[in-house]
């Protein structure tokens, strides 16, 4: 039986071809655990999605692998935010369900956290998931024991596509929104919206709950927004974003996007934001009623959309069950902070 004795740690890089059979390993051992915790319902990264997050400049993010013999019986990613939150690293750790309670998470973790203090990190983030009718004891001990407090606990939920038409346009051309807007974009945004998305990106590291996490506001610009949308393309995932715009400013007041990648059935819910001082005028339920009309007119393949909100998050919460979101997992994200 393999001991954290045994095992030997490793680094993993997608973008060195000759580790392309490791790195492949080493997602598959993300992907095997989440798919333990969640069935068939996993929200695992594919292979070539890790790779293209291992590219971005937006994010430097480094990996390990914790090797039993040839076999990769654990791994680790730890990701530094680039352009703002220079204190913080997020663990994402998972050792294969065939090799746990043998200390591998430990070591690996370990591992994680010295190169994180080496960074000049202090605040650390790690994540646990489990489905709504269960619980997640190996997690939840796990992170306690290591350190890690409980800082913000997030509802999983999905909304089966086709929806009801008929009511979501119902809901689009219901009264109360005078003087706003909606528009919808696919593949990309133009030019002359990326400053106002770029507003809108730093509102919402503000304007949102946040539980416990020590996140800072973020800093974001043109090109930063341009960043994002060149790394979705890369991805391979089609995007379909719409706007609300206040009429009288052409001020760019809220936002909701949808990615889909592989599975290509799977829609990934994005941010969904309304700057606060437009709040009131049901435009969540428009921007969200907009996008899936679009989604089911231009991706029609896609059998559902998959969303996270923070338990605490009333509004986004009561949108997502008027347009029919039906909840199915929780998350819950830990942090563990350095003196
Ligand atoms: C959490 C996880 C990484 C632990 O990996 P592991 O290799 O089993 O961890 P270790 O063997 O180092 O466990 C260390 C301690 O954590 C606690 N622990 C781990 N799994 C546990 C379980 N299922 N039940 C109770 N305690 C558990 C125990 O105190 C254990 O010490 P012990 O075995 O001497 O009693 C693994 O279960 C996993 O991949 N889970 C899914 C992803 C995840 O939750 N990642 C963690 C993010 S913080």
Same mark, same amino acid.
């Given at each position: 039986m393999t001991t954290a004795d045994d095992v030997r740690i490793r680094t993993v890089s997608g973008l060195d071809p000759a580790q392309d059979d490791l790195f492949r390993a080493?997602?598959?051992v993300f992907e *095997? $655990?989440?798919?333990? *915790? +969640?069935?068939?319902?996993? $929200?695992?990264?594919?292979?070539?999605?890790?790779?293209?997050l291992e590219r971005s400049t937006e994010r430097r993010r480094l990996g390990w692998a914790a090797m039993a013999g040839d076999v990769v019986a654990g791994a680790v990613a730890v990701t530094f935010p680039q352009h703002d939150n220079l204190t913080v690293a997020e663990i994402g750790l998972a050792v294969h369900p065939d090799h746990r309670r043998?200390? +591998?998470? $430990?070591?690996?973790?370990?591992?994680?956290?010295?190169?994180?203090?080496?960074?000049? &990190?202090?605040?650390?983030?790690?994540?646990?998931?489990w489905l709504a009718d269960s619980r997640d004891v190996g997690g939840e001990e796990f992170a306690s024991r290591q350190g890690y407090a409980a800082a913000q606990t997030v509802l999983r939920s999905a909304l089966a596509l086709p929806a009801d038409r008929d009511r979501l346009e119902a809901l689009l051309a219901a009264p109360g929104a005078d003087g706003?807007?909606?528009?919808?974009?696919?593949?990309?945004?133009?030019?002359?919206? +990326?400053?106002?998305?770029a507003e809108l990106s730093r509102r919402m590291s503000t304007d949102i709950p946040l539980g416990e996490l020590q996140l800072e506001e973020e800093v974001w610009d043109a090109a930063r927004v341009r960043g994002t949308y060149d790394r979705i393309a890369a991805m391979n995932r089609r995007v379909v974003d719409t706007f609300a715009v206040e009429e009288a400013t052409g001020r760019l007041v809220g936002f909701t996007q949808v990615q889909v990648g592989e599975p290509a059935d799977l829609g990934y819910q994005q941010d969904t934001?309304?700057?606060?001082?437009? &709040?009131?005028?049901?435009?969540?339920?428009?921007?969200?009623?907009?996008?899936a009309l679009a989604l089911m007119a231009e991706l029609p393949d896609v059998t559902r959309i998959r969303t996270w909100n923070a338990e605490d998050n009333r509004h986004m919460l009561a949108v997502n069950r008027e347009l029919g979101y039906a909840p199915d997992a929780w998350l819950r994200e830990w942090q563990k902070v350095m003196p």
């Open positions: 080493w997602a598959a *095997a $655990s989440n798919q333990h *915790a +969640l069935g068939d319902e996993h $929200s695992s990264w594919g292979v070539e999605e890790l790779r293209e043998r200390g +591998l998470g $430990s070591r690996l973790l370990e591992v994680a956290e010295e190169v994180a203090r080496d960074e000049g &990190r202090s605040v650390f983030v790690a994540e646990t998931e706003y807007t909606t528009r919808t974009f696919s593949g990309g945004i133009p030019e002359d919206l +990326l400053d106002g998305r934001l309304v700057m606060r001082e437009h &709040r009131g005028h049901a435009l969540g339920l428009r921007l969200k009623a907009a996008n």
